[in-house]
């Protein structure tokens, strides 16, 4: 049930079908998910599908799509025509989807079911899910604590195995930290690898969708079909444009040392350092990399992002879609839609990102955080001439309890390792490495592995060997 790769084999054996493994999904769901609450809608019409899957299992064995009656779960941002896509916001509450995202069409394609919508911090603003407007999301391992964000219903959704993958997006580490919290396998592809047709768009020069699931490989298999050009996102690109990354034997990981220096916590470092270790040992070389322009990633991420979000969000006006409130002129709707419809942090980012762009301040902020992204650019790009891949935590902490970064810049620190490789649009695969002792619960830690642009499939391939062959 945990894996795809599993489910797969025993479908095609006839060990099991997906009639019975739909069923058993809605009874985890049914049975967890009043504690877990990480779905915001279950389609208890996955059963009828999972019976054509069965019959079609029955007739043509192997000869069947690669992920015919595998269950998945699809967090509400991304549409799938039909259903409710919320972003998890009042503003789009009663919002159903009229069309399907190019990734939906193309998992739908390769057979696969969505059993139900995840939650998430509203238009994936986060880092804990706490941030949704339908109440936070717990986390299956210990739940004081939050399941990381803003991807966390979808960790949460594998996590407590209901399914055996998920869907989630990441505009900062919303699919990494989140698997991170949740000890799960997360990837977030180079930008422009996979569609956002039909995604919800946060951070349009930073988003994108990618698995968490509990092997690197299905991971893998999952991003094979999700990837591609798409003629409906003009910033998607074909696998093979890239310069051909070549796997080799033995690599070269970078780590950026003095940024490890502070702020992590011990045990996270600990878990760290046994993993560098266990490289070592496997026969890779591990090197101390200057990442200087790496470190100011936060801080132009935060300047970025908002100025995105306040553009992105000037759709949802009172008039296009979801909620309406009802005001004496045009403005009046819009200012009276705006302000009950989007929750605080949501309001938060769209004021930050409209001063960064105002006239008066754009070179200060909008213009200097694009010259350091355009910097961070070349910096990378000489560190991958010397390593193949730069390694950090995920996060610098394990997951932490539910309302205790209630503070907006403590819970924007947690992402102080995942945005510097949305800004700069390269890919990173995270998986687990060890647990931490807290309040008598083993806590999952992550490691990063960043790759060189169009690195994808070489990050898979070290995965596999890294996590997949010594789990
Ligand atoms: N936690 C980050 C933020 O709040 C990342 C969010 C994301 O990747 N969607 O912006």
Redesign the pocket.
Known sequence: MNTITELRAKFISGETTPTEIVKATLATIKEKDGEIHAFLAVYEDAIEEAEKATALYKEKGVDTPALLGVPIALKNNILLKGKKTTGASKILENYTAVYDATIVKKLKEAGAIFVGATNM?EF????STENSAFGPTKNPVDTSRVPG??SGGSAAAVAMGAVPAAIG???????R?PASYCGLVGFKPTYGAVSRYGLMA?GSSL?QAGPLTNLVADAETLHNIMAGKDPMDATTISPDTYEEVKNKDKYTFGVPKHFLAEGVDPDVLKAFEEHVQLLKEAGHEVVDIDLPLFEQGLAA?YVV?PAEVSSNLARYDGIRYGLSVDGDDLLAVYEKSRAKGFGAEVKRRILLGTHVLSSGYYDAYYGKAELARKKMREELASTFKKVDFILTPTAPTPAFKLGEKSEPLA??K??IF??PV?LTGVPAITFPVGTVERDGKSLPVGVQYIGPHGGDARLFEIGKSMYDERK
């Open positions: 911090d994936a603003m986060g880092g964000g803003s997006t990441d505009t900062g580490g919303s699919i930290q946060m988003d991420y992002m819970m924007y947690q992402d995942t945005v949305n």
